[in-house]
């Protein structure tokens, strides 16, 4: 269902762009053929390759001491224990561009840079580049393509990152015609970035935001715990927000710039899907 949608097929294809032949430029649903010819044996084996099997168990709230305890007793661990990731060839970003011709009322235009891996440091570098460039309603691309030049409704960016890979997208729906206008200001504004031009408070502004997101998103026990989880299979560390958020507030408008130039010397992968 989600191939029925236009802005989904232009993501897809950008998968497929930027990390040509990868597994990760796979749909997560997989193949039709995939789906149909499954069988007990190739998921199990499948399980066995890509899952990684030593348990990680993060919990948030009262607890009972009994209870957990008890839990952890009957917590099936298979041996031997193995970690895919050290196995796992390592995706090589692609640049390049890919033109999807279909009738469709707007052009979907998604661009994507390299980013890191999930583990770094450095990918709170790249969110925070990502809330200056349209991750909120006064970002920087927001403003310009929808706000002062309509050329655009949905206009948005995201950092996706895996323990192996990463990316900073940016996604707009656009007019038809507002394709090349849109590309200027995107370029215009990345580059901006890469020549360390933001201002101090522009800065400031958006690791306001940022840190404001990051704390809303601690107001449940469910998120709390898959944090917990997260930090632990990911990043190998007890999560401590405090020692993130003191991160988040050190970056500088040079560390923006030297990541990100680094990310737009290896090149950006892009999709134009529409008329």
């Given at each position: 269902m989600a191939q029925d949608q236009p802005e989904e097929r232009a993501y897809s294809h950008l998968q497929k762009t930027m990390w040509n032949g990868h597994r990760l430029g796979e749909d997560v649903i997989g193949r039709r053929k995939d789906i149909e010819n499954a069988t007990k044996t190739k998921l199990y084996s499948f399980w066995e390759k890509l899952i990684y099997q030593k348990p990680c168990v993060a919990m948030a709230g009262p607890?009972?001491?009994?209870?957990?305890?008890?839990?952890?007793?009957?917590?099936?661990?298979?041996?031997?224990?193995?970690?895919?990731?050290?196995?796992?060839?390592?995706?090589?970003?692609?640049?390049?561009?890919?033109?999807?011709?279909?009738?469709?009322?707007q052009t979907y235009y998604r661009l994507a840079l390299q980013a890191c891996e999930s583990a770094r440091d450095d990918i709170f570098v790249y969110q925070l580049i990502s809330n200056i460039l349209g991750g909120s309603s006064f970002s920087q691309l927001f403003l310009r393509i929808r706000e002062e030049e309509g050329l655009s409704y949905s206009v948005y960016s995201t950092v996706e990152a895996t323990?192996?890979?990463?990316?900073?997208?940016?996604?707009?729906?656009?007019?038809?015609?507002?394709?090349?206008?849109?590309?200027?200001?995107?370029?215009?504004?990345?580059?901006?970035?890469?020549?360390?031009?933001l201002t101090v408070?522009?800065?400031?502004?958006?690791?306001?935001?940022?840190?404001?997101?990051?704390?809303?998103?601690?107001?449940?026990?469910?998120?709390?715990?898959?944090?917990l989880a997260d930090r632990f299979v990911t990043r190998n560390r007890i999560?401590?927000?405090?020692?993130?958020?003191?991160?988040?507030?050190?970056?500088?408008?040079d560390l923006i710039s030297e990541n990100l130039k680094h990310?737009?010397?290896?090149?950006?992968?892009?999709?134009?899907?529409g008329p």
């Open positions: 607890l009972d001491s009994k209870m957990l305890e008890s839990f952890l007793r009957n917590v099936d661990i298979p041996s031997p224990l193995v970690d895919p990731i050290r196995h796992t060839v390592r995706p090589e970003f692609t640049p390049g561009s890919s033109k999807i011709k279909e009738d469709t009322q323990s192996v890979a990463g990316a900073l997208i940016v996604s707009c729906d656009l007019k038809p015609k507002g394709l090349d206008r849109t590309k200027s200001i995107i370029q215009e504004e990345l580059e901006r970035l890469a020549q360390a031009k408070d522009e800065l400031d502004k958006f690791k306001r935001f940022t840190v404001g997101a990051y704390t809303m998103s601690l107001e449940s026990t469910s998120s709390i715990s898959l944090l999560w401590d927000p405090q020692s993130e958020i003191q991160y988040i507030n050190s970056i500088s408008v990310s737009m010397e290896t090149g950006s992968a892009e999709v134009i899907l």
